[in-house]
């Protein structure tokens, strides 16, 4: 069984459309996260949210928007796509405070 | 804020060790941690230490904390081809959020 799995794992689409990635874990975990992964590896934290509510968010545009429907989804929804969101996008999830469980990735081309 | 940095590339030769360094900011740390990420997956934790621990052995990983430098280390024995990856160092605090370094590609030459 994956622990923590997000879909899809490949994302080709055209500038200016609207994507959704989806993420589940079944760890019984309280806290799920996104991360981007740009090409130089570089990985940095978007959001994070403890029990549905959002704890973290940096500095991300409000084109991106997550969605926390129960403790064990976190989809994120991306409006009016650029071709700077061509990234890796990671879900994770941990307990508060511990340890990242993270997904195999969802790689976003923007054309 | 938050800074963990390490250098960005490693090369050392097959049965050789290898020692990745990492540094960080945030005194407040509570766990830092080593993750590994192969070529096109996700990272996996490959070890962790506690804030108020020296060092940790696992098999061929040895993890050395020097909390007064904020230094973080991790040594890997008789580095195989296998263990060509990128490596992760990251600190979590009580705040939830964890801050990843810039991740070192290790290459393992036969």
């Known amino acids: 069984d994956t622990a923590v799995s997000q879909t899809p794992k490949y994302l080709v689409t055209q500038m200016g459309n609207d994507k959704s990635i989806k993420c589940e874990q079944n760890l019984g975990h309280d806290t799920m996260y996104w991360y981007k992964q740009d090409s130089k590896k570089f990985l940095k934290i978007m959001f994070s949210?403890?029990?549905?509510?959002?704890?973290i968010n940096e500095t991300v545009p409000n084109r991106f928007s997550p969605k926390s429907p129960d403790k064990a989804h976190l989809n994120l929804h991306i409006n009016s796509l650029e071709l700077g969101d061509s990234a890796v996008y990671f879900c994770?999830?941990?307990?508060?405070?511990?340890?990242?469980?993270f997904g195999s990735g969802t790689q976003l081309s923007v054309l | 804020g938050e800074d963990v940095e390490q250098s960005l590339f490693l090369s050392v030769r097959e049965g050789d060790s290898s020692v990745i360094n990492c540094t960080y900011t945030d005194s407040s740390s509570t766990y830092l941690y080593w993750y590994k990420q192969e070529p096109g997956a996700g990272l996996q934790l490959l070890t962790y230490i506690f804030s108020n621990m020296d060092m940790k052995q696992d098999q061929r990983l040895t993890v050395l904390l020097n909390k007064k430098d904020k230094h973080l280390s991790l040594r890997i024995a008789d580095t195989q081809t296998g263990d060509s990856a990128i490596y992760f160092c990251?600190?979590?605090?009580?705040?939830?959020?964890?801050?990843f370094g810039d991740g070192t590609t290790l290459t393992v030459k036969p």
């Open positions: 949210y403890n029990n549905k509510e959002l704890i």
């Open positions: 990251a600190e979590s605090t009580n705040a939830g959020k964890s801050t």
């Open positions: 994770a999830s941990s307990l508060t405070n511990e340890k990242l469980f």
